[in-house]
Structure formats: C-alpha cells, structure tokens
Nanobody, 123 residues
Framework: VQLQASGGGLVQAGGSLRLSCVVS????????IGWFRQAPGKEREGISC????????YYADSVKGRFTVSGDKAKNALYVQMNILNPEDTAVYYC?????????????????WGKGTQVTVSS
C-alpha cells in the first residue's frame, strides 16, 4: 500500500496550487482519504477529507471556501485544488487513507500515510 503526494512548490500569496495523491495497493472505494498539513513548530492538522463513495467532502474552517478536494477513481488519484493561498498555508502536505471522514475535515482511523509534499507561500 502506498500513497504519494506531489505538486507542492513555491507560490506567491494569492496564488494557487494543485496537489495530487496517487494511491497503489488499494482502490479508492475502500478508504476515506484525507489531506493533512504540518507547519514548522505546529501540530499536524487535518484539512480536508473525501469519502470513499466520492459523494461527500469535508473541510477545516481554515481552508473552507479556498480548497477543493476531488477524486478520479479511474486513475486511483485524489487532488486538492488550493486557491487564494497565504503564508499561513505554508506546510508539508500529506494524504492518508483511513476509516471515516469527520465533519471538521479530519480523518479518523488513519491506516496509511503518504509521503508529504512541501508547499511554501511567500508574502
């Protein structure tokens, strides 16, 4: 089982990035998938989650209205479109597979973590 996040980089405040998470070893029908981030000196934060059915998405208040998560079951991939980025969004971003999305955008019961991708937003 493997999850690989990619698409991070350096962007100016107000800009956009699209992160991808490609999974292998299981299909997206089996797990809810969450996106997390961890900034230096801060705890890891669950920011968005999509149910295995693909019919429901959840977001943390910190990203609601700016980030959109989606999935492509044919490619076994998940995406998060991040708009109106600000320096507070600077962090390492991870995708993870788990049991159940929470309304807060967090993911309960993480079974597998992917390697992260760095997002840096300059002011």
């Amino acid at each position: 089982v493997q999850l690989q996040a990619s698409g991070g980089g350096l962007v100016q405040a107000g800009g956009s990035l699209r992160l991808s998470c490609v999974v292998s070893g299981f299909t997206l029908d089996y797990y809810d998938i969450g996106w997390f981030r961890q900034a230096p000196g801060k705890e890891r934060e669950g920011i968005s989650c999509i149910r295995s059915s693909g019919d429901s998405t959840y977001y943390a208040d910190s990203v609601k209205g700016r980030f959109t998560v989606s999935g492509d079951k044919a490619k076994n991939a998940l995406y998060v479109q991040m708009n109106i980025l600000n320096p507070e969004d600077t962090a390492v971003y991870y995708c993870a597979a788990g049991t159940a999305c929470l309304p807060t955008g967090d993911l309960h019961g993480v079974n597998y973590w992917g390697k992260g991708t760095q997002v840096t937003v300059s002011s």
